[in-house]
């Protein structure tokens, strides 16, 4: 290949690979689409039906709760306060939604992916990593998408229906055979 073909082959290229890939919610097709869940007189947009823009109200913009501590009273002593399309209708079409993540002392927030979107995340009172204080912890998080999803990895590895055979997970994981019976029964 010649010196001078070389080079715009090679963008060209790049760019073809570069526009191949996009993953993220769809562009919203309106500044707001308050989801209701009745489809009477509504249009059917991002998964869900909108409001008519004329009787948007500000409650359809407003949650009231991430100002008090959820219950970390449960085996994990944590405890996720979601804030999505399904809390503040006004998020349909927006890409954004937050949690409110409460520790206990030594409390955690289990391993866990979100497949639609990804998050930052601000601690705004304790010391994080896997709450190691002596008091109590809250973090804020913001995620990308009106409706992020979770998967935690316990439950999906070893609580999973149908379950996993117990022969793959003593592999994967290099683990007694007991062990893995026992870490499903606990799912």
């Known amino acids: 290949m010649k010196k ?9 290229l790049m760019a073809l690979v570069s526009s ?15 989801a209701i869940d009745e489809p009477k007189d509504a249009v059917f947009v991002n998964g869900k039906f909108c409001k008519d823009p004329k009787l948007t109200e ?5 949650f009231s709760g991430l100002d008090k ?19 503040i209708k006004g998020l349909n079409t927006l890409g954004i939604s937050m949690v409110r993540i409460d ?9 866990h992916t979100h ?7 601000t ?13 109590n912890a809250v973090a804020i998080a913001g995620l990308s998408s009106q409706n992020p999803g979770v998967i935690t990895i ?19 994981f290099q683990l007694d055979k007991n062990v893995v019976n026992y870490l499903q029964s606990r799912f």
């Open 123 to 135: 601690v705004l009172e304790g010391t994080l990593y896997f709450n190691i204080g002596h008091t």
């Open 69 to 87: 501590p959820g219950n970390t009273s449960n085996p994990v002593a944590s405890n996720v306060t979601t804030v999505n399309v399904e809390q």
């Open 103 to 111: 520790y206990e002392p030594y409390g955690q927030n289990p391993p």
């Open 20 to 34: 191949l890939a996009s993953a993220s919610d769809p562009s919203p097709l309106q500044d707001t689409c308050v």
């Open 58 to 62: 500000a409650e359809d913009f407003f």
């Open 154 to 172: 316990a439950n999906a590895v070893f609580g999973s229906d149908p379950s996993i055979n117990p022969d793959v997970l003593t592999r994967a």
């Open 115 to 121: 497949p639609r979107a990804t998050e930052i995340l």
């Open 4 to 12: 001078g073909v070389s080079f715009p082959v090679t963008v060209a």
